[in-house]
């Protein structure tokens, strides 16, 4: 018998049968998904004639969830791969050996955050595991885990290393999910998590309530290791997340409420964890919530108000709004998969 309330935290595998396969230009041009009509304008013209071949990359890839072997994804890695922009940031050296971790412990974090941050700049610039120069920079960002698999710093940067190094396709390396469990197992009773760093002053460990920004992060890293998601309570964790939208976060990470409105992300010290609504919004398709649940249709209607007259969507939700490509993305990747778990969650009743 179908368990709704089991189905809807339960991650979604790509549902290929349900994508429609591009085989020319003109094709392209002319196919518009039926989820992209619940917004006002199609934002994919646009997005395909960006001068960023990062965003055309993502547009084929998360936009219309085309897999890489498609000819239209081949060429836009290709054109990524290439591009000067590319190049420059590979070519910066990257196997140098790293400060230990014995040594001054603020200095070692730092160089842990520059090299996190240049992994976020790869990861955003639509480089691959393929690409001849991504290897040295992986094995720098490998090296600053320690034995017992914790990277340095706090727990939203522990999760932002393992997620950028399984988005590079290290999934089950054995030295990264040794870092993975370390994480996992110290989720709290609430569902999230909790670094004593962030404790406000005012508050002791235990009666302050998880970071917010942190178990998005982590959710945001562990649903691209599937095979672990039985180490957590993933639905207590999604759970969590979505009763607190809007809400003031309980430690000092990123704790004001406007934060909620910054729906851009970027490769700066908070910007990576960034994401607002829209995150949490990913983070719950991901995990097959529809969008009919209450919190989600709430937020998802709210998104769609968002949209500029151009199509794009903005890189904040205030009052001063900037387009941003990447945001743009980002929201056709939700509905696209917002859709699909309804279709899956039709043909499972």
């Given at each position: 018998?179908?368990?709704?309330?089991?189905?809807?935290?339960?991650?979604?595998?790509?549902?290929?049968?349900?994508?429609?396969?591009?085989?020319?230009?003109?094709?392209?041009?002319?196919?518009?998904?039926?989820?992209?009509?619940?917004?006002?304008?199609?934002p994919i013209p646009l997005l395909l004639q960006s001068t960023n071949p990062g965003i055309i990359l993502d547009t084929y890839r998360y936009g219309y969830g085309l897999p890489s072997k498609?000819?239209?994804?081949?060429?836009?890695?290709?054109?990524?791969?290439?591009?000067?922009?590319?190049?420059?940031?590979?070519?910066?050296?990257?196997?140098?050996?790293?400060?230990?971790?014995?040594?001054?412990?603020?200095?070692?974090?730092?160089?842990?955050?520059?090299?996190?941050?240049?992994?976020?700049?790869?990861?955003?610039?639509?480089?691959?595991?393929?690409?001849?120069?991504?290897?040295?920079?992986?094995v720098k960002l490998m090296k600053f885990a320690r034995e017992d698999g914790r990277f340095p710093l706090l727990y939203h940067h522990h999760a932002h290393a393992c997620w950028v190094l399984l988005k590079l396709g290290l999934s089950g390396n054995r030295m990264l999910d040794k870092s993975i469990f370390w994480l996992l197992k110290r989720q709290r009773a609430d569902g999230g998590?909790?670094?004593?760093?962030?404790?406000?002053?005012?508050?002791?460990?235990?009666?302050?309530?998880?970071?917010?920004?942190?178990?998005?992060?982590?959710?945001?890293?562990?649903?691209?290791?599937?095979?672990?998601?039985?180490?957590?309570?993933?639905?207590?964790?999604?759970?969590?997340?979505?009763?607190?939208?809007?809400?003031?976060?309980?430690?000092?990470?990123?704790?004001?409420?406007?934060?909620?409105?910054?729906?851009?992300?970027?490769?700066?010290?908070?910007?990576?964890?960034?994401?607002?609504?829209?995150?949490?919004?990913?983070?719950?398709?991901?995990?097959?919530?529809?969008?009919?649940?209450?919190?989600?249709?709430?937020?998802?209607?709210?998104?769609?108000?968002?949209?500029?007259?151009?199509?794009?969507?903005?890189?904040?939700?205030?009052?001063?709004?900037?387009?941003?490509?990447?945001?743009?993305?980002?929201?056709?990747?939700?509905?696209?998969?917002?859709?699909?778990?309804?279709?899956?969650?039709?043909?499972?009743?």
């Open positions: 018998m179908y368990n709704e309330e089991k189905d809807r935290y339960r991650p979604r595998d790509r549902d290929r049968s349900s994508e429609r396969r591009f085989d020319s230009q003109k094709e392209e041009k002319l196919y518009t998904p039926g989820w992209v009509r619940q917004l006002r304008v199609n498609y000819t239209e994804v081949e060429k836009a890695q290709r054109d990524v791969d290439r591009n000067p922009s590319t190049i420059r940031l590979l070519s910066i050296a990257s196997d140098e050996d790293i400060k230990s971790s014995t040594e001054a412990e603020s200095a070692y974090g730092l160089e842990f955050l520059e090299s996190l941050t240049r992994m976020e700049k790869i990861i955003r610039a639509g480089v691959n595991r393929n690409h001849n120069l991504i290897q040295p920079h992986v998590w909790l670094h004593r760093s962030l404790v406000p002053d005012s508050k002791t460990f235990d009666e302050t309530a998880s970071c917010l920004w942190t178990t998005a992060e982590i959710l945001q890293m562990i649903v691209l290791r599937k095979s672990l998601l039985q180490e957590i309570d993933y639905e207590k964790a999604v759970k969590f997340l979505l009763s607190n939208v809007e809400m003031e976060n309980s430690s000092i990470l990123m704790q004001s409420k406007s934060y909620w409105n910054k729906l851009a992300s970027g490769a700066g010290n908070e910007a990576m964890f960034s994401g607002g609504t829209l995150k949490v919004l990913e983070i719950a398709a991901d995990f097959g919530v529809h969008k009919y649940d209450p919190t989600v249709d709430k937020y998802v209607k709210w998104l769609k108000n968002l949209q500029m007259d151009n199509g794009l969507f903005p890189m904040d939700a205030g009052k001063m709004s900037i387009a941003d490509e990447s945001v743009t993305v980002r929201v056709i990747s939700v509905f696209r998969k917002f859709a699909k778990n309804e279709r899956i969650s039709d043909n499972s009743a």
